[in-house]
């Protein structure tokens, strides 16, 4: 049975038993307040709390559970914390939502997320197939499988649904046009990674009358933030109301957004965490209200469509970065002092993404900092392994990187505020 907390109840544990979330809500009354009082979390400050030595996140000690790696570089890993209880509720809430997807009984589905390294999504889908009540067969095949045993698993046991990231399917796409090899899939869930046109054609075209939809919407930081049932278009998903709530706010003002089709950052709480609260938390992609309903006399969104990243931070392929994740590699080249910003631009071309980061520089440094940039492609690589991994297997484009003066940082043309990620995929 899951456990829910009413949001009153989750704030009270919260500033009772979080030094972090104590000062944030200092000025809160626990007894009388309303969502739109508490400050959404500033993602930095959220993560230099949540320290493995000095942690002043945590409501309590890690007794129990599990710890999950949720990005960052090699020197400042992040950790998402769950008790036994929390993450048997998580599992359990986002296998209720694989009831409502496109899974039939007797279905026989392989798992090609990714496993090991404290990394979540393989063994996470694996416990939600388990308790959705959609009876299924499961392969627990993990995304480093190489093709051709794939392909045997497949033949062997006529399984008929693909799981995993786009970026695999489109590997593993190429590897049986080359083989010249035709398998029955009927459908494939997708996660963890937009799935562009692009992607979408070429699966189609090498399965033909596959059924392609999402897996559901989840992080391994924030929680279950969305699933998806039979009438949910291409990017669409529903929010758990019943164990969350989802906000979408204007990125320049902060101000709720309640309309629908206009597009905002998505906001999370999550009613079903105490160890590590999660409590008005940017997650980190844009998107925009498809329908909405009232909710205790609010006006609440329940489907929203994605739309990108915001400017907390980027995804590429199948890896995920946050803006400190740069600073950290920064702070490890010598001449940092001379670099003034920086800038992330996200495309999407021959079925893969690419990053470029750009970097700005003071105009005097410009040069010095041109011929530093072996050295910054070097620190970059070294500090972000999950990202060159994910260039070498060729699941995305290796890094550009460029030096630039600080005007040719792109800027919102209405706020005239810096726009940290741009992102340019459809």
Not at 44 to 50: L, Q, T, V
Not at 264 to 279: D, E, Q, S, V
Not at 350 to 373: M, P, S
Request: aromatic letters at 10%; hydrophobic letters at 40%; proline letters at 4%.
């Amino acid at each position: 049975m899951k456990k829910v907390y009413t949001l009153k109840e989750i704030v009270g544990f919260a500033m009772a038993n979080s030094s972090f979330y104590g000062e944030l809500y200092k000025n809160i009354d626990p007894e009388n307040f309303q969502l739109k009082d508490l400050p959404v979390i500033e993602q930095e400050k959220f993560w230099m709390a949540n320290n493995i030595s000095e942690n002043s996140l945590l409501t309590g000690a890690i007794s129990d559970g599990i710890v999950l790696k949720s990005g960052g570089t090699t020197g400042h890993p992040k950790f998402s914390i769950f008790t036994k209880t929390e993450w048997e509720n998580f599992t359990q809430i986002f296998g209720m939502g694989l009831d409502q997807s496109n899974l039939s009984p007797g279905d026989r589905v392989v798992n090609l997320f990714y496993s090991g390294e404290l990394y979540a999504s393989f063994i996470f889908i694996m416990k939600s197939l388990e308790h959705a009540r959609t009876k299924v067969v499961h392969f627990p095949v993990a995304g480093k499988c190489p093709p051709e045993q794939l392909i045997r698993i497949i033949q062997d046991f006529n399984v008929n649904v693909l799981a995993g990231v786009p970026t695999f399917f489109m590997n593993f796409v190429a590897a049986l046009k080359k083989k010249d090899v035709n398998l029955n899939i009927e459908k494939i869930l997708y996660g963890g990674e937009e799935l562009y046109r692009d992607q979408r054609e070429r699966l189609i075209d090498c399965f033909p009358g596959v059924k392609i939809s999402s897996i559901g919407y989840a992080s391994v930081d924030g929680g279950h933030l969305g699933y998806v049932d039979k009438s949910c278009g291409p990017g669409e998903h529903c929010v758990f109301s019943d164990s969350s709530i989802m906000e979408l706010v204007d990125e320049n003002t902060g101000e709720s957004i309640t309309e629908l089709n206009v597009p905002g950052r998505l906001i999370f709480t999550n009613l079903a965490r105490k160890l590590m609260p999660i409590i008005r938390y940017p997650v980190g992609d844009k998107a925009q209200w498809v329908s909405t309903e009232v909710v205790n006399g609010e006006l609440r969104g329940t489907r929203f469509l994605l739309g990108g990243r915001s400017e907390e931070g980027a995804r590429i392929g199948p890896v995920t970065m946050n803006r400190d994740d740069f600073l950290d590699v920064l702070s490890l080249y010598e001449r940092r002092k001379y670099i003034s910003n920086f800038q992330l631009i996200i495309e999407h071309y021959d079925g893969k993404d690419e990053l470029t980061w750009r970097i700005a520089v003071f105009d005097r440094y410009i040069q010095q900092v041109n011929a530093d940039l072996t050295d910054i492609m070097e620190i970059f690589y070294g500090q972000r392994k999950m990202f060159k991994e994910a260039m070498e297997e060729g699941f995305i484009h290796p890094i550009k990187i460029e030096i630039v003066l600080h005007n040719d940082l792109v800027q919102n043309r209405r706020t005239g505020k810096l726009r940290s990620v741009i992102d340019r995929r459809e």
